[in-house]
């Protein structure tokens, strides 16, 4: 290296930073800012895609589907396929599968006295179906069902309302058998739900798994098997072996490829928050390489010395550098400090209700639930010091190449 | 001697009058059989009232017990050869203007049937009355010299339907002078009315019937029947999907 040891070009590096301590103080600020906006906007937009997500893949259910072949572009009933056998029960043992459950879902009608609506029918398995999709806190009233044979019917708070009809009424269900003739049949609402999402409630209606399947003479066929494993990023590793046990007559999906539109939403995240930070950066970025270069600006007479009394250029180099290196890490502590100062008192959530309705649209709920990750905070703090170093390599460049004859003659 | 004979007389020739425990049950099956008989044909026209406008059309329909009827539209041109074919609980429609025959499905089946306040539901399904529901009768009443029977009918648990009870008066010749549709709540929703009794094929049947929804009185269809014959032979072609399609008769 130069002639200077490392700890004499730190001690220069860190006492000229103070000597104007306002300028270093106001760029300390912007780069924590800086660095506090990208971890903690990041932070919110991972909680909204993360509920996004999960909303997605427990209304998908589970992050794996087993489907007849063509079920998925026709849901109808003759599409169904029989029980899991034998051989996917094991296949679902593995420690990653933490449930299971298997549903009919089929297109149907529901009428009340007054009105009529088409949704979707789910004779669903309530023991399983609670642990992969059904989230039992939803029910305002009545009761969820108890076992695949209960007679009972759930339905979504806002289909009530438009039926105008209740809890303990009785509602009619029709739907088709898989001969095409009307299979309907009365059941009686023993539960309403109000989801978090008013789109479902109007779209699902629950009843028993052995019921519906009485109703639609399914015998004991169902339209899929939905498994959860409960971290939606490394389906892979126990994808393959369930794909292997289902076979080839059914169709094994994950829920990247269920639901296209999710599967994006993750890559887009993850893309999306390093574009982030590099536009934050960018701003940012304009703000120190003014600093340094107004900081060597101001010394030009006092580098030029230094050259005269044989200090070398890439000392000088090292030593701006130095400069910029320690208002970085120092302003970097402060941002990470303060990012995760606020985030955790926020990870109850924050309540974004007043835009709840666009909120809905776009899929997530009108809770916002900021996911601080380590990766997201370390990326940050890479770019930050990497693209940090490289913009002031200008402004030292520049004092570094000064003629010192030149320099010293500048008023 | 002869007084009891009168009696005996009387009690042959009309049972009804005299039993004191009426199977409901039973009266009901008898009314919808005064009504359809083995097999009919007739004509009649069909008016859908709505408080900004009201229409007419003519139909024709052949029936042959209880599950197997077939009714074509005469009138007006635009509508005429429109057809709907019931057989065994399915249901199909056709209409030239599409050249297609479209089974109803269950999605449609409490849609309107033609834009009437009739639904699907209410034509095809309407003997299911008899098995899925529980009947009782509430109010035995003299009315114009005939003895009427008020027959409350509640659906079983699991029956389709979605009414909380449906109140049936009839009267002792069986002809259905009254079917009311109520919601759970005990809230009547929609009525069947027959307007206008008469003798029509031999038979004293209701010839104007009115179905209307209590909370839009001014919205109601009117079915009234010009002419019916009971117990006519149909030939097997006649309930047939390409009988729907190209009439034949």
Redesign the interface.
């Known amino acids: 290296m130069s002639g200077l040891p490392l700890k004499a070009i730190l001690m220069l590096a860190w006492r000229n930073l103070w000597r104007n301590h306002r300028r270093t103080l106001i760029m300390l600020a912007a780069i924590t800012v800086g660095v506090w906006a990208m971890i903690f906007m990041t932070a919110l937009m991972r909680g909204m895609v993360d509920d996004m997500l999960l909303n997605g893949i427990r209304g998908l259910p589970g992050e794996v589907q087993i489907h007849h072949p063509d079920y998925r572009d026709d849901p109808n009933v003759n599409n169904s396929m029989p029980a899991p056998h034998d051989a996917l029960l094991s296949a679902m043992r593995v420690p990653e599968v933490t449930a299971w459950t298997s549903r009919v879902r089929v297109?149907?009608?529901i009428?009340?006295?007054?009105d009529?609506r088409?949704v979707v029918l789910l004779g669903v398995e309530p023991q399983s179906e609670v642990k992969v999709s059904f989230d039992l806190e939803t029910i305002i009233e009545g009761r969820f069902l108890e076992d695949s044979s209960d007679?009972g019917l759930v339905i979504g708070a806002k289909m009530a309302d438009r039926l105008e009809?209740d809890l303990g009424?009785?509602?009619?269900v029709?739907?088709?058998d898989p001969d095409?003739?009307?299979?309907?049949?009365?059941?009686?609402i023993v539960g309403v739900y109000k989801a978090k999402l008013a789109s479902l409630e109007e779209t699902y209606i629950y009843g028993g798994r052995e019921t519906v399947q009485k109703m639609l003479k399914l015998g004991n066929s169902v339209s899929e098997v939905a498994i959860s494993g409960g971290d939606y990023r490394n389906v892979d590793r126990w994808l393959g072996g369930i794909q292997q046990a289902a076979g080839n007559d059914v169709e094994t999906l994950p829920w990247y490829e269920i639901d296209t539109y999710l599967g994006s939403m993750l890559a887009m995240m993850d893309g999306f928050v390093l574009v982030w930070i590099i536009i934050v950066f960018l701003a940012l970025s304009f703000g120190l390489v003014n600093t340094l270069v107004m900081a060597v600006f101001e010394r030009v007479r006092e580098i030029g010395l230094m050259q005269a009394l044989g200090m070398r250029p890439s000392t000088i180099l090292y030593q701006i550098l130095m400069e910029s290196l320690l208002l970085l890490l120092i302003g970097l502590a402060l941002g990470n400090a303060i990012a995760v100062g606020t985030i955790i008192p926020l990870q109850g959530g924050i309540d974004i209700s007043v835009v709840a309705e666009g909120m809905e649209m776009m899929g997530t709920s009108s809770m916002l639930y900021p996911a601080l990750k380590l990766n997201d905070m370390i990326l940050a703090n890479l770019i930050v010091i990497i693209l940090g170093l490289l913009t002031s390599i200008l402004p030292a460049w520049r004092a570094a190449s000064y003629n010192p004859i030149e320099a010293l003659n500048k008023t | 001697m002869n007084r009891l004979y009168t009696l005996v007389l009387a009690c042959l020739f009309s049972p009804l009058v005299l039993s004191a425990d009426i199977d409901p049950r039973d009266l009901i099956q008898k009314a919808m059989d005064h009504w359809r008989g083995t097999s009919s044909y007739s004509n009649m026209s069909m008016t859908i009232h709505r408080p900004d406008w009201q229409r007419s059309m003519s139909m024709r329909s052949w029936t042959q017990g209880e599950k197997t009827s077939l009714v074509r539209v005469t009138e007006p041109k635009k509508d005429a050869g429109n057809g709907t074919l019931l057989k065994d609980n399915n249901m199909w429609t056709f209409a030239p203007k599409v050249n297609r025959i479209i089974k109803v499905p269950s999605s449609m089946m409490s849609q309107s049937w033609m834009g009437s306040d009739f639904s699907n539901k209410d034509i095809s399904k309407s003997t299911d009355i008899i098995d899925q529901y529980d009947h009782s009768l509430i109010e035995t009443r003299e009315q114009d010299g005939h003895k009427v029977y008020v027959i409350e009918s509640i659906p079983h648990e699991e029956a389709a339907v979605v009414w909380g009870k449906e109140v049936l008066t009839i009267r002792d010749d069986h002809v259905l002078l009254e079917q009311q549709f109520w919601d759970q709540d005990g809230v009547l929703v929609k009525t069947m009315k027959a307007l206008e009794i008469k003798e029509l094929g031999g038979r004293t049947v209701a010839s104007i019937i009115r179905m209307g929804k209590v909370d839009a009185p001014d919205e109601w269809t009117e079915m009234s029947v010009k002419e019916i014959e009971f117990n006519v032979s149909h030939p097997d072609s006649l309930f047939t999907l390409s009988n729907l399609r190209n009439p034949r008769q």
């Open positions: 297109p149907a009608v009428s009340s006295e007054r009529s088409g007679r009809t009424k009785r509602v009619v029709m739907s088709q095409n003739n009307i299979a309907d049949r009365g059941f009686r």
